[in-house]
C-alpha cells in the first residue's frame, strides 16, 4: 500500500506517546495539525520537532467551538485524546468521563459538520473486554465491573464513545474506524504504562513496585507495530465502519515477568517489591488479531525482548543527555 501523501490530518492528543510516532511518520508528506492539552508532552522530544508541515494548537477536546476551528479542512481526523493511566482515572473520575465521551462526541459532530471524507478514526481501549480477555475478538461482547467503582470509568466512556462512532457511521456515513490497543510500549512514553514506569526505575536503580501478586497477564505491543496497523487503518478502503484489535499476542507474559526482563535486559541492580492492590484490575488481556490481520494485513514484527532493548537503549540515552 503507497504512503498517505497530500492530506490535511487533524490529531486530537496528537502531541501524546501514539500520536507523536504517527506524526513523525507522516510528516513529510502530509499537512499535519496536532491538538493536543500539552499535558503530556511526547512530541518536544522528537527529532522532528518543529516541522514546516506541523501546526500545533493548544485546546482541549471539550471546547467544541475551539475544535471545530480548528479541524477545518481535515481530510482524516485521528482522536487519541482521552484522560487515560489508572492512577489519573483514579483521581478525576467525572473528568475521565467527561473528556472521553464529550470529548469524542464533540469530534464526531465537527468530523460530520465539517465534511470530513477520508477517515475519522476513534481510539478505543482493549479494557472494554472487562477482566478477563483470552485471545478476545472484536465481535466478542464487551463488559466492565460493577458500577460505582472507579477503575471501570475509563473503560466505560470508551465505549460509550464506541458507540457513537458507530452510530455516526450508520446514520451519517460518517467514514468511522475503531481501534482498541492493547498494552502499547516504546521509546517516548510519558504516563503511568507498566513498561514506561519499570524501565525508568530499573535504569535509576530503583524498586520496581507491583500491585498484587503479579500474575496478571498482558500482551505488548511495541509502539512501531502500533503505528504500522494507523497506517493501513487510514488508508485500507475496507477498514471503515469496522473496529479492530490491534496488539502483539506474542509479547504476552505476566507483570512479573516483565518486571524480571527489564531488571536483567537494563542490567539492573533494582529489587522487585509487591504492595497490596489498590484498585480492581484487569486479570488476563490477550488479543485476537486475526481481523487485523486478514483484512489489513497486519503482522506485529517486534519481538518483546528487542522492544524492551531499544525502549531501555532510549531512555538511558534521554537520561544521559545523548
Known amino acids: 500500500m503507497t504512503a498517505l501523501s497530500g492530506k490535511t490530518i487533524f490529531l486530537t492528543g496528537g502531541a501524546g506517546f501514539i500520536g507523536a510516532e504517527l506524526a513523525g511518520r507522516l510528516l513529510d508528506h502530509n499537512r499535519l495539525i496536532v491538538y493536543d492539552t500539552l499535558g503530556r ?47 489519573t482515572v483514579l483521581k478525576s473520575p467525572t473528568q475521565t468521563m467527561r473528556v472521553n465521551l464529550l470529548g469524542t462526541s464533540f469530534v464526531l459532530d465537527a468530523a460530520r459538520e465539517l465534511g470530513v471524507r477520508d477517515r475519522v478514526v476513534i481510539f478505543s481501549t482493549s479494557e ?14 464487551t463488559t466492565s465491573g ?19 462512532a458507530f452510530a455516526a457511521f450508520k446514520e451519517f456515513a460518517l467514514p468511522v474506524v475503531i481501534v482498541r490497543p492493547f498494552n502499547v510500549y516504546g521509546p517516548g512514553q510519558i504516563g503511568e504504562g507498566a513498561v514506561h514506569v519499570f524501565v525508568k526505575r530499573a535504569i535509576a536503580g530503583e524498586d520496581l513496585e507491583i500491585h498484587g501478586d503479579g500474575d496478571q497477564i498482558r500482551s505488548w505491543v511495541y509502539i512501531d507495530d502500533m503505528v504500522d ?29 516483565l518486571a524480571e526482563m527489564v531488571v536483567s535486559l537494563a542490567e539492573s541492580r533494582s529489587r ?14 490477550i488479543p485476537s488479531i486475526e481481523k487485523a490481520r486478514q483484512m489489513l494485513g497486519f503482522q506485529p514484527k517486534v519481538d518483546l525482548k528487542d522492544g524492551l532493548l531499544k525502549t531501555i537503549r532510549w531512555y538511558r540515552e534521554q537520561r544521559d543527555g545523548n
Open 229 to 257: 496497523a494507523l497506517l493501513l487503518l487510514l488508508q485500507h478502503p475496507s477498514a471503515v465502519g469496522e473496529s479492530f484489535n490491534i496488539g502483539n499476542p506474542r509479547g504476552t507474559v505476566t507483570i512479573n515477568t
Open 128 to 141: 472494554v473486554f472487562g477482566t478477563y480477555a483470552y485471545r478476545v475478538s472484536e465481535s466478542d461482547t
Open 41 to 87: 508532552n511526547s512530541i518536544r522530544t522528537k527529532t522532528f520537532f518543529p516541522h514546516a508541515n506541523l501546526k500545533l494548537i493548544e485546546g482541549t477536546v471539550l471546547d467544541a467551538a475551539s475544535l471545530h476551528r480548528s479541524m477545518e479542512g481535515a481530510d482524516i481526523v485521528v482522536h487519541l485524546a482521552a484522560v487515560a493511566g489508572i492512577d
Open 146 to 164: 460493577a458500577v460505582g467503582e472507579a477503575r471501570w470509568i475509563y473503560a466505560v466512556s470508551k465505549l460509550a464513545g464506541e458507540h457513537m
Open 272 to 285: 522487585i517489591v509487591h504492595a497490596p492492590r489498590r484498585h480492581a484490575d484487569v486479570e488476563l488481556r
